[in-house]
C-alpha cells in the first residue's frame, strides 16, 4: 500500500489541501477562495470561519476525490498565511475580532511609536525584523487595546495566533494552543537566537505572555485530527510559515540556496544556515526551520503585491477574465510602452520599507492601452523581486547564479523569462511547482518515518524548467533605472 502525506496550504486568498505519495508526487488537490475584507483604505480582514470552513472543506473534498483509504494517510502538515492575527476566547473558541491580515496597514501609528521610542535597534538585533505594521506584534496590541481585553488577556482567557495556532486548536484534539518557531519568528515579539518570547518587547507593546501560544518544532507530532473531521485521528506532525516551507520544499538545505514564491506577494529566502545572518540592505533575518530543537535561519525579503496585482486587474479593474490571459495579453506588445506600474497597494516592503508608498502607474500616454497596463502589472512582479535578489547580493557579496522559483505565477513562462532577463541569471522551476505544500508534507512525513532524514530528503527534488537570460546589460540598467524611478515616485504618498 502506498503511505500518503496532506498538506493544508492556508494562503492569504484560499485555503487548500493537497495530497502527496511517499515520493513527493501530487495525488490530488482541492482549494477554496474566500473573502477580502477591506474596512477602510489600508485595512485588510478575514472572517475567521471562512479561513477555517474552507480549510476544513478542501481537506474533506481531496480526500474523497483522491479515492485513497484513510488509513493510508501518515500524517498531516499544517503550512500558513504569515503574521495575520487572530484573537478567540480561549474557553469557547469563539473569534473576538475579524482576522487581520498581514497586508493591513492599520498599526502604523504603533511601528512609528516604536520607533519614537528607539526601539529599532532592539527589534533588529533581537527579532530579526524591522518595525512595521506587517508583523503580528503590533496588530495584537491593538486588538488588546481596540477591544478593551487585557484583563481578560492577563487572566489567560484569551488565546493569540497566527492561521497556524488558530487551526491546530481547531482541528486537533484537546485544542493545543501552539504556534511553530518560524511563525513565532514572524512576530516581533520573538528573540530569534534564544528562541523565547522578549520580555522587551511584550512591555513595549503591552502584550501578555499568558495570551501567547507555546512554540513548538516546525516539524513534529502535535497532536492528533481530530476524528470527526474525516472519521478517522491522523498526526498532525507540522506547522511552517508559508516561505520557511516552500524554502524546505524547494530543496534549498544549504547555505547560499535561495528561492523566490510568487503567490499574493513575493518571497526571497536564502538559507544562511545555523547562525542568523545580518543585513545592510533592509532584509529580514528569521528562522527557516525548527527541528530536534535545532534552528536554521534565513535572509529574507518581501514584496507584499505580487499576483495580488494580477488579481487586482482581474477583480477591481476588469482589464482581464483569468489571471491566465495576462501571459497572452503581455505578449501581444513589444514592450511596456515606458508604462511602469508599482503596485504599492498596502506599502513597500524590503528593501524601501515605506509603509507610506501607494500604488503607481506611470509613463502612460494617448496611446497606452489594456495590453500595457496588463504587462506592466506582470514586469512589476519580477522588478521588485529583482530589487530583492539584489538586495541579498549585496549582503552576501556576491551574485547568484541560480534562482528557484515557485508558486502559481511560476507557471508564467513570460513572467519567468522576464525574471531571468531582469536579474541575468538562471531561473529554474521545480517539477512540482506547489512547493510550499509540499515543504509543509516533507516535514510532516520526516517527523513521522516516511523519510527517515534529510538525506533521503534531498533527493526528492526535482527540475522542470530553466530559463537563461535572452537580454543583455544594457538593457537591464536602463529597464532598472526606470523602475526606481517610478517606485520613487510611489513613495510617502500616504502622508502627503
Not at 513527493?24 to 482541492?30: G, N
Not at 502538515?77 to 469563539?94: A, C, P
Not at 510568487?262 to 528562522?287: E, R, V
Not at 529574507?300 to 486587474?313: D, K
Amino acid at each position: 500500500m502506498h503511505t500518503y502525506i496532506i498538506a493544508l496550504d492556508q494562503g492569504t486568498t484560499s485555503s487548500r489541501a493537497v495530497i502527496f505519495d511517499e515520493k513527493a508526487r501530487v495525488v490530488a488537490m482541492k482549494s477554496y477562495e474566500f473573502e477580502q475584507i477591506y474596512p477602510q483604505p489600508g485595512w485588510v480582514e478575514h472572517d475567521p470561519a471562512a479561513i477555517l470552513n474552507t480549510q476544513i472543506d478542501a481537506l474533506r473534498e481531496v480526500v474523497r476525490i483522491s479515492g485513497i483509504p484513510l488509513e493510508a494517510i501518515a500524517a498531516i502538515g499544517i503550512t500558513n498565511q504569515r503574521e495575520t492575527t487572530l484573537l478567540w476566547d480561549r474557553k469557547t473558541g469563539r473569534p473576538l475580532y475579524n482576522a487581520i491580515v498581514w497586508q493591513c496597514r492599520r498599526t502604523a501609528p504603533i511601528i512609528a511609536r516604536l520607533r519614537e521610542e528607539g526601539l529599532e535597534k532592539h527589534i533588529k538585533a533581537t527579532t530579526g525584523l524591522v518595525p512595521d505594521a506587517y508583523f503580528s506584534g503590533s496588530k495584537l496590541s491593538w486588538l488588546l487595546d481596540e477591544l478593551d481585553l487585557h484583563e481578560r488577556a492577563e487572566r489567560g482567557e484569551i488565546c493569540f495566533g497566527t492561521v497556524d495556532s488558530f487551526l491546530a486548536w481547531n482541528l486537533i484534539s484537546g485544542r493545543p494552543h501552539v504556534t511553530d518557531a518560524t511563525n513565532a519568528s514572524r512576530t516581533m515579539l520573538f528573540d530569534i537566537r534564544k528562541n523565547e518570547w522578549d520580555d522587551t518587547m511584550l512591555r513595549a507593546l503591552n502584550i501578555p505572555r499568558a495570551v501567547l501560544p507555546e512554540v513548538v518544532d516546525t516539524s513534529g507530532v502535535i497532536g492528533m485530527l481530530d476524528p470527526s473531521i474525516l472519521g478517522c485521528a491522523i498526526p498532525v506532525a507540522a506547522l511552517s510559515g508559508d516561505q520557511h516551507s516552500a524554502l524546505f520544499g524547494q530543496g534549498c538545505y544549504e547555505p547560499g540556496m535561495m528561492k523566490n514564491t510568487y503567490g499574493t506577494g513575493c518571497f526571497l529566502l536564502m538559507n544562511t544556515g545555523d547562525q542568523p545572518a545580518s543585513s545592510k540592505s533592509g532584509l529580514l533575518s528569521t528562522i527557516a526551520w525548527r527541528i530536534g530543537g535545532k534552528c536554521t535561519y534565513a535572509l529574507e525579503g518581501s514584496v507584499f503585491v505580487g499576483g495580488a496585482a494580477v488579481q487586482w486587474l482581474r477583480d477591481e479593474m476588469h482589464l482581464i477574465e483569468r489571471a491566465s490571459e495576462s501571459e497572452t495579453i503581455a505578449r501581444s506588445i513589444p514592450d511596456c510602452g515606458g508604462v511602469y506600474m508599482v503596485p504599492a497597494f498596502a506599502g513597500l516592503g524590503a528593501p524601501y520599507w515605506d509603509m507610506y508608498s501607494r500604488g503607481t502607474i506611470i509613463g502612460l500616454t494617448r496611446g497606452t492601452g489594456r495590453a500595457h497596463i496588463v504587462r506592466a502589472a506582470l514586469e512589476s512582479i519580477a522588478y521588485q523581486s529583482c530589487d530583492l535578489v539584489n538586495a541579498m547580493a549585496e549582503d552576501c557579496g556576491r551574485q547568484p547564479t541560480e534562482l528557484r522559483v515557485d508558486g502559481g505565477a511560476s507557471a508564467n513562462q513570460f513572467l519567468m523569462q522576464f525574471q531571468a532577463d531582469i536579474l541575468g541569471c538562471q531561473v529554474i522551476r521545480p517539477a512540482v511547482i506547489e512547493t510550499t505544500a509540499l515543504g509543509a508534507a516533507l516535514l510532516a512525513g520526516l517527523a513521522v518515518g516516511v523519510w527517515k532524514d534529510m538525506d533521503e530528503i534531498r533527493k526528492i527534488w526535482r527540475q522542470d524548467l530553466s530559463l537563461v537570460p535572452q537580454k543583455g546589460e544594457a538593457w537591464r540598467t536602463q529597464a532598472l533605472a526606470g523602475w526606481h524611478e517610478a517606485v520613487n515616485r510611489s513613495m510617502n504618498w500616504a502622508k502627503q
